[in-house]
């Protein structure tokens, strides 16, 4: 069964630190994996896409690594900033078709001052 | 440019009552997609277009769920005889038909069905 499963559910740090978010997918066959940042009352936002052969990705404080061995993807945010705070959605598409996404519940992050 | 725009953003119903939500999604993008996203859930694939061909209805939960798409264009996803299980945040996104088919999402109409 296609699934994306993401960790931690929700997650506090403190301005300024950092933070590494998980996905784990059993999704078959693999095209992509997108991370999506969704603030509070917006629709997500994507800040990074990955294929099969990238290991690593990085946007601004954002850097995703994916592991396509073990179906691992990790978002990891430095020196972390208020306006951090929001959902991320970790998205896997297979190649099979253009509508076939499959999505995680999203790791809820709050950084606090 | 203009993203993809959604209305109306906040939508209270009385359970029984049909609904209409409506998608513009960003000029030029052929493919437009629904989603709901209820809380504390990951985001529900509903109804899919590509162009001017037939809609994939896969993801819809019931027959009281539609969706239109008039002139490639504008979408309205209409949800007949509202229940409480339908009380959730409906997105839409637009995509170009690319290699990344990123997808761009609206803001999202709160459905809250009383």
């Known amino acids: 069964k296609n699934q994306v499963e993401q960790s931690p559910q929700s997650l506090i740090i403190l301005e300024g630190k950092n933070c590494t978010l998980q996905c784990n997918y059993t999704v078959s066959p693999f095209s992509n994996l997108r991370w999506y940042k969704q603030d509070t009352g917006r629709g997500p936002v994507s800040l990074t896409i990955?294929?099969?052969?990238?290991n690593t990705k990085s946007n601004g404080r954002y850097t995703a690594t994916l592991d396509a061995d073990t179906k691992q993807s990790s978002l990891h945010i430095t020196a972390s900033q208020l306006s951090d705070s929001a959902s991320y959605i970790c998205v896997v598409r297979t190649e099979t078709g253009a509508n076939n996404l499959f999505f995680g519940t999203g790791t809820r992050l709050t950084v606090i001052p | 440019g203009a993203g993809v725009s959604q209305s109306p953003s906040n939508k209270v119903t009385e359970k029984g009552k049909d609904v209409e939500l409506r998608c513009d999604p960003i000029?030029?993008?052929?493919?437009l997609y629904w989603y709901r996203q209820s809380l504390g859930q990951g985001l529900e694939f509903l109804i899919y277009f590509q162009g001017n061909s037939a809609p994939d209805k896969s993801g819809l939960p019931s027959d009281r769920f539609s969706a239109e798409r008039t002139g490639g264009s504008v979408s309205t996803l209409t949800i007949q005889r509202t229940q409480q299980e339908d009380s959730a945040v409906y997105l839409c996104a637009s995509s170009t038909r690319d290699f990344s088919y990123e997808q761009y999402f609206g803001p999202g109409t709160r459905l809250t069905v009383t």
């Open positions: 990955m294929t099969f052969s990238e």
């Open positions: 000029s030029g993008h052929t493919a």
